[in-house]
């Protein structure tokens, strides 16, 4: 487990970006969340690019670690997301029904990604 220093100075545990992984190769990985109202995914990293599609709609709260107001995102049902890796944060369900998705981790561009595989082909 990889742990980090908040702004506090206490020491923190980061978690998987997500809760199950439902597929993985050398290109994706990719999780399943389930969030039920008031219930977060903790503290964590995304290390490779990732699109999130909401499989069932709920309205989130994203904390990051270093401070912040929170943003607040309503993932509507069927609803797709790009995000690039990088800040530590939380999700949390802050609304009243369950949050469901899928997160598929892009590991070709991320922990994965080569010179080589970026580079265009010539026919």
């Known amino acids: 487990m990889t742990t980090t220093i908040a702004p506090d100075g206490s ?3 980061l978690a998987p970006v997500g809760q199950e ?3 993985e190769n050398d290109h994706v990985r990719v999780w399943e969340i389930t969030l ?3 219930a977060n995914q903790p503290w964590h990293q ?14 989130n709260r994203i904390d990051a670690l270093a401070g912040g ?5 309503h993932e509507a049902a069927g609803g797709v997301v790009y995000r690039e890796p ?3 944060h939380m999700l949390t369900n802050h609304g009243t ?3 469901r998705s899928r997160l598929v981790e892009l ?8 010179n080589t595989a970026l580079e265009p082909t010539h026919d």
């Not at 995304?46 to 309205?59: G, M, T």
């Not at 590991?107 to 080569?114: P, Q």
Request: glycine share 8%; hydrophobic share 45%.
């Open 107 to 114: 590991k070709v561009l991320g922990e994965n990604a080569t």
């Open 46 to 59: 995304h290390l490779n690019p990732y699109l999130v599609i909401a499989l069932e709609a709920a309205d």
């Open 86 to 88: 990088g800040e530590i």
């Open 97 to 99: 029904t369950r949050y």
């Open 21 to 23: 992984i439902v597929f």
């Open 69 to 73: 107001e929170p943003r607040l995102v």
């Open 11 to 13: 020491h923190i545990t």
């Open 36 to 38: 039920e109202p008031g």
